[in-house]
């Protein structure tokens, strides 16, 4: 049993709808692309699961945010891809891949043969089991990687209005679920072992301020300590949850956000990783040259870095990564080296900031902190190479990028303290 592709993109998340859009606008025949999705649906735009889709009011559904609706692009729906001749392989698990023989094979034992394969399997969340902590399995814990455990939590959420939440991790995860917990009416503490929330980009400036805000909110914070046990009630449920000095901390539900692992499984051995991630050059081309990896599964060469190899987790690299492989395969004389420039971003409450380039070098922060409109600048060699603005407007933002992209000299620590964000508006 078995069917054959020209194009197969594995996997069914952010980067796979951004490079059916750019197969379909480069242009393909019907047929010779599909998509193997574990997930039950099209691809869709990850980031609304912890936002918009947490609402309590006029919450965000499919098929609202299917991609490519993230970037104000079309909106492919299941009927997008029947119409331009894609096929969509949902609710199929890849259990091995052969790249001599050039063939996947599913979890119901079909064999899936292609000629150029994109691996595009981003990434599973870190389970606390894999610290040493039992229980996680418990009905009112909640991880977030896909619409199944967004629905999960929804409704589990809905079960603990005015009762208490515990969020373990200050990241991503942590902050945009607390928030969204709030939002719900519910009461969070929130459980990390950094001294401060978001530390893989936060100073302890900007952290500061994110964390009084939150307080503001009723959020309360346990810093510098992991959890230990969960307590359960009988029919299984967490009641509590125990910390490394013995803290107990009462809970009707949990939230679990501690990072992710790369589903690089399926190629190791096979492939070469990189950095935890496959290891791909500026085409987007894994050491195998019929295969290719975007998203977070992928580890390239960031151009702007000296072309130093960095692992990305986050929407805008998969988007753009995937269009890139694609324009890479349907157009190789046209397409150079993929020339990206990190983006983060997040959205909370009605707070929001953005993020460009690498926090490396020295931190020049500007503007007020207490009326929330402020930012911060890294400084390497006396040029900008990250920028983070809080509050700004769409015109800001561009020259943030802009002045990262150009990596702008910025020798007069005082000037720039003080123009802040005017320092890159002028440029
Ligand atoms: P993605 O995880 O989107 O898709 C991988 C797909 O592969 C899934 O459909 C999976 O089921 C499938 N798959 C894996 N293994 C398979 C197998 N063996 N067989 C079949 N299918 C398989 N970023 C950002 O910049 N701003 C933001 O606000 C947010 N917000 C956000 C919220 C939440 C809740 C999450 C989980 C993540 C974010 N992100 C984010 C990160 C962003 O969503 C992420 O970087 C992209 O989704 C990565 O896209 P990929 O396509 O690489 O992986
Ligand atoms: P993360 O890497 O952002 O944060 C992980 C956090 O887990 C750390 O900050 C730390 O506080 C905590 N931690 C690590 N080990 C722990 C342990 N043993 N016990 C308790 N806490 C521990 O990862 P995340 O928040 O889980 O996010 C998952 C993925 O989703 C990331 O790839 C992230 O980029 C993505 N995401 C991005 C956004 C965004 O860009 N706005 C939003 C949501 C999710």
Redesign the pocket.
């Known amino acids: 049993m078995g069917r054959a592709f020209v194009y197969v993109i594995l996997g069914g998340g952010v980067a796979a709808g951004y490079a059916a859009l750019e197969f379909s606008q480069r242009g393909i025949a019907p047929g010779e692309l599909c998509i193997i999705s574990e997930e039950a649906t099209a691809p869709y735009e990850r980031?609304a699961l912890?936002k918009g889709f947490l609402l309590p009011e006029a919450p965000a559904r499919l098929p609202a945010f299917h991609t490519c609706v993230g970037s104000n692009d079309q909106r492919l729906t299941p009927k997008w891809y029947t119409e331009h001749g894609i096929e969509l392989i949902l609710g199929t698990q890849v259990k091995s891949a052969d790249v001599n023989r050039m063939t996947l094979t599913t979890a119901t034992g079909e064999t899936i043969s292609y000629k150029t394969l994109i691996i595009a399997t981003g990434?599973r969340?870190?389970k606390?089991e894999e610290?040493g902590?039992r229980g996680s399995d418990a009905e009112n814990v909640c991880y977030?990687?896909n619409l199944a455990d967004a629905t999960r939590l929804v409704n589990i959420m809905q079960t603990c209005n005015e009762e208490n939440a515990v969020v373990?991790?200050?990241?991503?995860?942590?902050?945009?679920c607390a928030a969204a917990l709030v939002t719900n009416r519910i009461k969070v503490t929130m459980?990390?072992?950094?001294a401060h929330?978001?530390?893989?980009l936060f100073t302890p400036k900007i952290a500061d301020f994110y964390e009084a805000y939150y307080e503001s909110k009723g959020v309360n914070f346990i810093k510098g300590t992991?959890?230990s046990s969960f307590e359960n009630s009988s029919d299984g449920k967490v009641t509590a949850v125990v910390l490394r000095d013995g803290t107990r901390v009462p809970t009707n539900m949990v939230v679990v956000?501690?990072?992710?692992r790369p589903n690089t499984g399926l190629f190791e051995g096979q492939l070469v990783i990189e950095k935890g991630g496959i290891k791909v050059n500026g085409r987007m081309q894994t050491s195998n040259s019929s295969i290719y990896a975007v998203g977070?599964v992928a580890t390239f060469p960031v151009k702007l870095f000296g072309n130093e190899f960095r692992r990305l987790?986050?929407?805008d690299s998969a988007r753009k990564s995937a269009r890139h492989a694609v324009s890479a395969i349907l157009s190789p004389d046209k397409t150079s080296d993929f020339d990206y420039l990190p983006f983060?971003?997040?959205?909370v409450f009605t707070l929001s900031w953005q993020f460009y380039g690498d926090n490396i070098g020295e931190v020049i922060h500007y503007g007020d902190f207490l009326a929330g409109r402020f930012g911060a600048y890294w400084v390497n060699k006396s040029r900008i190479v990250g920028a983070f603005l809080e509050g700004g407007n769409r015109e800001e933002y561009e020259a943030i990028a802009k002045a990262v992209k150009l990596k702008i000299v910025a020798q007069d620590k005082a000037e720039v303290e003080k123009l802040g964000v005017e320092f890159v508006t002028k440029v």
């Open positions: 980031p912890s990434a969340a870190l606390l610290f902590v977030l990687r373990i991790g200050g990241g991503y995860i942590g902050m945009e459980v990390f072992p950094e929330c978001m530390a893989r992991v959890l956000g501690i990072g992710i977070d987790e986050h929407v983060f971003y997040s959205r």
